[in-house]
């Protein structure tokens, strides 16, 4: 969630970035090592509060961005927005806001010439302020660092939740602009998991808008997943129920799915991939590649031109160009201790059912028959049948 928050700020062209973090969340200060600062906030005394373990000094004579790092539906767009109207405005603050009748966070309170009087939070409404203010604050400030310094000294914790509010600031702050945004959403903040669905499904749609935008094709967007951090080439069609996860790049002109699982791994262009197939991390497939029904790979390699059909498991393989593999052929990768690799020279035909006891080599052109236990290297253009396989072909 931090990271799509950062991500918009950079985008935004923010450069010297802060993170107000719980000391306690030490996995978070792990993950943001190299991407932000980080300060803490021992006590949770409030945003206020948490804004002035700044240590002093750092905020005057500077224009401050501040954002709610609970908010990933925050876009750059919104957030230079908000900075640029404070910069032509000349104003000590601009805040961002949205109009949304079924929200319940702070209001926007404003004077009779529709100037910001005050941020009301939720636990201090008045019933008549429920009622009638639908406008509400967005967790997006720009500042002019010098008096928010000063306004941050006059903030006290007479409020019902005992807090210091970072939104009390504006009492002691004027003028201040306030950025109207055209989403909602925008305003989110994942304070549980039921918010966290939320926001997660409505990034969701928004990738696939681009991916869509983009000349991908994606039959159904309501049944299909994908990740951020994924990739797809211009043509390709994703049929329904696909999930698309990590590290994950798919070529141009591809089809991949239905029900079709993938996860770091990468696809290349004109190849297909499905139905319920699953590809694992460390799996890579060249162009012109077939990836047939029920079929799962892992750490696995197949060149150009392949064929892996229905009912296969290729686990640690190097699958060379133009070659067949039949239906339920599996590599035995774990012998109980280790994982041992098998590979499958080019042009090689391996008939169904076959098992291949890792770590063994079929050579190019070497075929298996039927239902065949391949233990033993087969070399180049031999035929290997049997259980335990032998060569009763070799090449002439």
Not at 6 to 14: F, H, Q
Not at 94 to 103: F, K, L
Not at 253 to 280: M, N, Q, T
Not at 335 to 343: I, V
Request: aromatic content about 4%; proline content about 4%; charged content about 25%.
């Amino acid at each position: 969630m931090i990271d799509w928050v950062l991500g918009a700020v950079n985008e935004a062209g923010v450069k010297d970035v802060t993170v107000i973090a719980n000391p306690h969340h030490a996995e978070l200060a792990a993950h943001l090592e190299g991407k932000a600062k980080l300060v803490y906030q021992r006590d949770p005394k409030g945003t206020a509060d948490a804004l002035q373990q700044i240590p002093a000094g750092e905020l005057r004579g500077r224009q401050v961005l501040v954002v709610n790092g609970d908010s990933p539906l925050l876009t750059a767009v919104s957030i230079l927005k908000v900075i640029k109207a404070q910069q032509e405005s000349g104003a000590a603050a601009a805040i961002a806001s949205v109009e949304d009748p079924t929200r319940d966070d702070g209001r926007i309170v404003r004077n009779d010439r529709g100037e910001l009087e005050r941020i009301v939070e939720r636990k201090d409404a008045t019933p008549e302020q429920k009622s009638n203010i639908h406008e509400f604050n967005v967790g997006v400030y720009s500042f002019d660092g010098s008096k928010l310094e000063e306004a941050l000294q006059k903030i006290t914790d007479d409020n019902k939740a005992g807090e210091f509010y970072l939104t009390d600031v504006f009492l002691h702050l004027a003028p201040t602009t306030v950025v109207k945004l055209d989403d909602p959403d925008e305003a989110m903040g994942v304070k549980d998991r039921v918010r966290l669905a939320k926001a997660t499904e409505i990034l969701r749609k928004r990738l696939l808008v681009q991916f869509m935008l983009g000349g991908v094709t994606i039959v159904d967007p309501e049944s299909t997943f994908v990740d951020a951090t994924v990739t797809i080439g211009i043509d390709t069609v994703i049929e329904p129920f696909t999930v698309l996860k990590g590290d994950t790049q798919i070529g141009a002109e591809c089809r991949i799915g239905p029900h079709v699982y993938i996860e770091d791994a990468r696809i290349g262009d004109r190849s297909d991939c499905g139905p319920f197939a699953k590809l694992r991390p460390g799996t890579v497939v060249a162009e012109d590649v077939h990836i047939g029904s029920f079929a799962e790979l892992v750490r696995t390699r197949v060149g150009r031109g392949s064929r892996v059909p229905h009912v296969s498991y290729l686990g640690d393989t190097d699958l060379g160009e133009d070659a067949n593999i039949g239906a339920g052929t599996i590599t035995a990768n774990f012998d109980g201790t280790n994982k041992n690799r098998t590979e499958i020279g080019d042009g090689a035909f391996v008939g169904v059912d076959t098992m291949l006891v890792a770590p063994v080599k079929l050579g190019k052109g070497a075929r298996t028959g039927a239902g065949s236990v391949v233990t033993k290297d087969v070399p180049d253009g031999a035929t290997a049948v049997g259980v335990p396989a032998r060569v009763v072909r070799r090449k002439s």
